[in-house]
């Protein structure tokens, strides 16, 4: 029961740090992509299918926050919360000689699942008729950047609500005899 409050309290987490933190910290009129930081960071516990199932309660909490229909975000997040540890071993493997990696490959990782959503969306912008640029592949490239940047300190903050462990009321009472 506390693992999944655990990865209940880090999906909601990522959604207000989403909506409310990443408007505060914009580069350039850029914010980066809080969830895709935080799946990244979460599939490390988790694996694939916990990645899938985070993926989809974030997506689904950021839609209902926003006002989006469900439908490309939760699609989107939810490939990336299945993929992030799929990628991960396959970068782990490749990057055997390298010493601290774990960083780099979380850093990489988020930078190409950032990049897929993004081209997405771009596509899906496209395809609703909306004129794209070379402003918006530069602002989306930016945000894979930025992105991979952020997941630094989301991996700590998950790191600690991970092994958060509840105290023991039984042993904190003073005994008497």
């Known amino acids: 029961m ?19 933190l990443a408007q505060s910290i914009r580069i350039a009129g850029v914010a980066p ?22 993926g989809a ?13 469900l439908a490309v975000n939760l699609v989107a997040y939810t490939f990336i919360g299945f993929a992030a540890p799929m990628m991960r071993t396959f970068l782990n ?15 990489l990782v988020c930078f ?3 990049l897929m959503r993004e081209v997405l969306y771009i596509g899906y912008l496209f395809l609703i008729g909306s004129e794209q640029s ?11 950047g930025y992105s991979a940047l952020i997941v630094l300190p989301c991996s700590y903050v998950v790191s600690r609500i991970m092994r958060w462990q509840p105290k023991n009321k039984k042993n904190d009472a003073p005994e008497f005899e």
Do not use: E
């Open 2 to 20: 506390t693992r999944l409050f655990k990865l209940f309290a880090v999906a909601l987490l990522a959604c207000v740090c989403q909506t409310n």
């Open 33 to 54: 992509d809080m969830l895709i930081a935080f799946l990244v960071t979460i599939t490390s516990y988790t694996g694939a299918y916990g990645g899938f199932c985070m």
């Open 57 to 69: 309660v974030t997506a689904m909490l950021y839609d209902a926050s926003v006002g989006y229909l």
């Open 93 to 107: 493997g490749k990057l055997k000689k390298l010493k601290h990696k774990s960083a780099l490959v979380k850093m």
């Open 112 to 114: 190409v699942l950032t």
């Open 134 to 144: 070379l402003v918006t592949l530069m602002r989306a490239l930016l945000c894979c």
